[in-house]
């Protein structure tokens, strides 16, 4: 079992920055990729970012491409996902993932319970 918990959510500017974390727990944390989702009101959760449980792969969905970056320490058991030159379709709950490296929401195993980025024009 792997219990995620993000923090680090709020209301920022546009052109603005945050970062998310992701805190797990459970020993098999470090055999996962890890995954940022994110989910706008009346749309369906979305890929954001992905990293591999070795850190050695990254990858991103192009609309965050160049703007996000995820990393991840496996000492600390955290997933972090900075976010700079933030804009209003930013706006969403960004969940955290454990599982296969993948887009598809459905390859993750566990999930945090959110937290929300607002960001304003």
């Known amino acids: 079992q792997v219990h995620l918990v993000e923090s680090g959510g709020g209301l920022v500017q546009a052109g603005g920055s945050l970062r998310l974390s992701c805190a797990a727990s459970?020993?098999?944390?470090?055999?996962?990729?890890m995954g940022w989702f994110r989910q706008a009101p009346g749309k369906e959760r979305e890929f954001v970012a992905a990293?591999?449980?070795?850190?050695?792969?990254?990858y991103y969905a192009d609309s965050v491409k160049g703007r996000f970056t995820i990393s991840k320490d496996n000492a600390k058991n955290t997933v972090y996902l900075q976010m700079n030159s933030l804009k209003p379709e930013d706006t969403a709950v960004y969940y955290c993932?454990?599982?296969?490296?993948?887009?598809?929401?459905?390859?993750?195993?566990?999930w945090g319970q959110g937290t929300q980025v607002t960001v304003s024009s």
């Open positions: 993932a454990a599982g296969a490296r993948s887009p598809s929401p459905s390859d993750y195993d566990y």
């Open positions: 990293i591999t449980w070795s850190r050695t792969g990254t």
């Open positions: 459970g020993r098999t944390f470090s055999s996962y990729a």
